[in-house]
Nanobody, 125 residues
Framework: VQLQASGGGLVQAGGSLRLACAAS????????MAWYRQDPGKQRELVAS???????NYEDSVNDRFTISRDNDKNTVDLQMNNLKPEDTAVYFC????????????????????WGQGTLVTVSS
């Protein structure tokens, strides 16, 4: 299973960016999908998460500015980021809790957390 993230870049404060993440590989089922971010020297923090049914949760500082969405048919999760602030600058990672298909064609009884490679978001003041 692989997660491929894209959409980061440089934007001025007040601007917008949209991050995209696609999961691929031997996937049977995906549970929660999420976006995290990490500043150098700091712990990775949860930005937003979304269940298969579309229930979303947000970190307080991004509430009303960021919107997470997913397409269950395409195994994708996006993060629309509006009114960006310099403190939003970080490397953003997508993650997914996945129940994979095994090599013998059966389905794993366990869930595994997979991560994308990270995409840098830089917000200038």
């Amino acid at each position: 299973v692989q997660l491929q993230a894209s959409g980061g870049g440089l934007v001025q404060a007040g601007g917008s960016l949209r991050l995209a993440c696609a999961a691929s590989g031997s996937i049977f089922e995906i549970n929660v999908m999420a976006w995290y971010r990490q500043d150098p020297g700091k712990q990775r923090e949860l930005v937003a998460s979304i269940t298969p049914g579309g229930s979303a949760n947000y970190e307080d500082s991004v509430n009303d500015r960021f919107t997470i969405s997913r397409d269950n048919d395409k195994n994708t999760v996006d993060l629309q980021m509006n009114n960006l602030k310099p403190e939003d600058t970080a490397v953003y990672f997508c993650s997914a809790s996945v129940r994979p298909r095994l090599d013998d064609g059966t389905v794993s009884g366990r869930w595994y957390d997979y991560w994308g490679q990270g995409t840098l978001v830089t917000v200038s003041s």
